[in-house]
């Protein structure tokens, strides 16, 4: 038979897809004429122990089932440990060390930011769907701001600010 | 079986049919000319689109029916056919045949989805049956087919040979890659018989190049197999060059497919001229030292997509040496190989003595059977007895000897093999620390000529960059650096707000498989199309290197060049161990035994161990398994680790370390172990840390 042949490339399509934030449609909606008479922020909620947090989910890369650790004493204390994610090392945020939360959690997942030259990794409970926010609404410059929504209570994250920490300790850059 | 299922059986089948038909009309040419080759296949392509049409998949019927419509024109004899148009009518017959090969749903979503090969395969086939290249029947056939039918028929055979070559090249390929791996004898008649059909296809088409090199590999394999020797790494990389030589033949065009084995001749005399030269001279099959250089600079890295020859780049067992540099550590490497070899050489003699001294035991035994038959002489017996504890003590010595010097010489090999596997960690990558080496002050050199104030940051000095790239980026960073300095940063009266200093920031990072840097600089910026204009030789030099470049400038706010290449990696040997939960990899080179605690205590009494709990400020645990103790050796004296638990032998892909780790003083680099992050620990600093 003949010996040439065509090669078809078919994608596959991984179920990691499916946790995957499409970024580019971020993108699309912050450039988008909409957006800019009426701007709004999409917000990813997510919860640690009974305390509810929400953070920019222009940040958020993927969420994914808690990994192993890799932990020393010697680290800050605000750095729960190491993980492997894609071949590479990200460091993991304690946010109850770098908010002072006195809280009792059984992390479950793992959320991993990215602001395109680094990623970090927060775990928590568990993460809600993501809503829409008004920038109208008060949001503060500290690491974290409360906000009431629906009427519940929220602490906003700064996840800038987490960035400006991470980059503080020279990681292998995204 | 449902309808589709049928119809989609159906259209494979008359694939298949339509393969088969064109396959048997191109072997037996000799009986076919293109137009009958052509008449055969009309009914085989009718079925296929009557089948597709059933299917209703419009873009298989498309091409069906421009293929029928060639070969009804071809058949009337109103187109001249060109090689490079039976190229294409193959491919749609490639198109076909590659269906087959998936199942029937697959089918389905293929046809539908690929539609841009299927398109670009009809429009080829189109041009063929353009309107201008038909001809108008001609009423009176007095001309008989001349020019144009020798070039149909050329190009058939060049078809026939490029088919000879592709079948032929894969059988080849894979016996020597067989026998490489297992270090067998190569199996001769798979080879002699895929040499024979080149060769025939070669005298058919009047290609005496190509035959010539198939023939004299032929010779060349023939002869190892009569006299059975085994073939050494040389030749087998001699012999897959000549079978990459022939497989960018089989990669052109037939038109081009003549002047690609001009262009190659060359090449091709010097293989055969190569390979011929081994019959004549048997001593070279033992290559010696200075024809392994000599043959670096003949023997080219062929690759099959492209153009490799234009560029002359030169490469030898895969390790690119072209450049000057290379060629110095590359000697450094080979005197330790050498030294390894003249050290084995000894060891070979006295095993040969060993042989000896086992002979003499023989005579021994002998002699103690001629004591047990003769036991009634005793003063025989005596005499026996003082000659057998004569001989005896001269062995005991003897062996004593050989152990000696064998000890020697093994430890002498030991310490050359880590030369050279240091030399090739050294070879294969360079730290970017050592590239940058006296930037700052080229930086300040150029500034002060240029009459402007410029500091330079550099960040990633432990990025280890692969070899291949050390050159390229030795011509390539000064000159940026020069055009950043000279074009994009102002002189010091007109930085209006910015500080007086410029700042110029040069970093490097590796990221999966990449390796990027950046030059960021805080000068005046412009348009991104004017640098890249500017910049443009070197931006190509860049691109041809299979590297890219991002340029992102905007007037007043600096510019930041992004350049990013592709990088082998080093990859690390390593054996792991876990201590309390984490892991932790020591590499092999540094690894001198694996044993259990209690072996360790019962051997090595007043050996050193460290504990890794200890020094990682763990708790002691208490694990009632035998802990793996890893002995170390530095100095010649041997260190135990003791870790919790063996994880495995794994090949690890070192990143660099940064603050985070370097909290561990003896962390070297980190990587990546069944998803888990591993530290891979710095043996030395660890011994030293221990020692003080």
Redesign the interface.
Known sequence: MAVRKIKYYKRKFSDNDFFKSDSSSNKNFEQSHLSSINRKLILLPFKIGNINFVANSKFVEIVIPNREKYTNKDFPKWISGLIAYEGSILPIVDLQQLGNFQNNSENFCTIIFNDGDFRFGIEVDFVRFPFALNTSSKIDGSLHGSLKIQQRDYYFLNIEMIFELIRELEFEQY | MSNIEQNIEYLKETCRRH??II?TCLLDYEKYRISELLANTANSINQIRLSAKKLSVNNAVLIADVMLKVISLAKEKRLDLFPNDIDVI??A???Y??II?FSAYEILE?LNS?FA?INEITADLQSIAAPHRIKKVQPTKTKPETATDELQSKGILLEKFK?AI??SV?TIEQVLEQSENQKEAIDVVPISQALNTIKGAAISAGVSKAFDLADAMGDFIRFLAEHNVPINPYQMDLLLNCNRLFKGIAATSAIAIIDKIKDYSDYIDTYSDFLRSFLTEQEQLKPTPSAKLASDEIIPFLSSDSDVFSDNKLYYFGYKSSQLNDYSKYNRLLDATINIISNLAPIANSINNLKSLKSLIRQIQLDNNNILYNITNTEALTEIATNNAKKLDEIISQLDSHSTTADEYLQNIKSRINTIYNGLYNFRSVAFGDLVRGYNELANDLANYANKKVSLKI?GRFVRIGSELYTLLEILLPQLLRDIIIHNIEPPNLRNEKPEIAEISLSA????GKL?IEIIDDGKGENASSIALRSEGLFNLINNNNGRVDINSEPNSGTKLTISFNMNYVLLKSLVFEVA???YAVPLLNCEALIDEKTFCKQFHDAKSIDMREV???EAEYISKNKPVLLVNDFNINIALIFDKFVGEAEL?P??T???LS??QFVAA?S?YN?????IIDVQKLLNMFMN
Do not use: G, H, W
């Open positions: 393969c088969d396959e193959l491919r017959n490639d198109f045949y590659s090969q293929l690929e090969i088919y592709a079948r894969s960040s990072r590796t990221l999966s990027i939960s984490n892991l990682l400020n763990i892909v990143a660099p940064n603050k985070l909290v561990t980190s990546v998803n888990k992050p591993v530290m």
